[in-house]
């Protein structure tokens, strides 16, 4: 069975940090492009961040990429997304998806254009930023 499962996910004050964590089994992490995505309630599902082996790391964001790291343990066969000076505006719940492909561009736009009816995603993860 191939099986993304998030986790990590907390209510955190402004300014506080997260690692969410993105478990893989099925498949090897490091072969494939792993994105993450955010999804707030009454919004469109985004894209926030990528991780290939040919890419290295991407963001999507401008309001994150300053903030958020995305990396990967090929021995435990995960990826995570450390967010760092959090905001209110981060509430959402995360994700992280892949459709087997080995770029981050292809992998991203494919992931958000079938809006996940097609690729393999997680559960999700609640993220709560609030004073």
């Known amino acids: 069975q191939v099986q993304l499962v998030e986790s990590g996910g907390a209510l955190v004050q402004p300014g506080g940090s997260l690692r969410l964590s993105c478990a893989v089994s099925?498949?090897?992490?490091?072969?494939?492009?792993i994105g993450w995505f955010r999804q707030a309630p009454g919004k469109e599902r985004e894209e926030v961040s990528c991780?290939?082996?040919?890419?290295?790391?991407?963001h999507y964001l401008a309001s994150i990429k300053d903030r958020f790291t995305i990396s990967r343990d090929n021995a435990n066969n995960t990826v995570y997304l450390q967010m760092n000076s959090l905001k209110t505006e981060d509430t959402a719940v995360y994700y992280c998806?892949?459709?087997?492909?080995?770029?981050?561009?292809?992998?991203?736009?494919?992931?958000?254009?079938?809006?996940?009816?097609?690729?393999?995603w997680g559960q999700g993860t609640q993220v709560t930023v609030s004073s």
């Open positions: 998806a892949t459709d087997r492909g080995s770029r981050c561009a292809s992998t991203m736009r494919s992931l958000k254009m079938t809006r996940g009816r097609s690729g393999t």
């Open positions: 099925g498949f090897r992490s490091e072969v494939y492009a």
């Open positions: 991780i290939s082996r040919m890419d290295g790391s991407a």
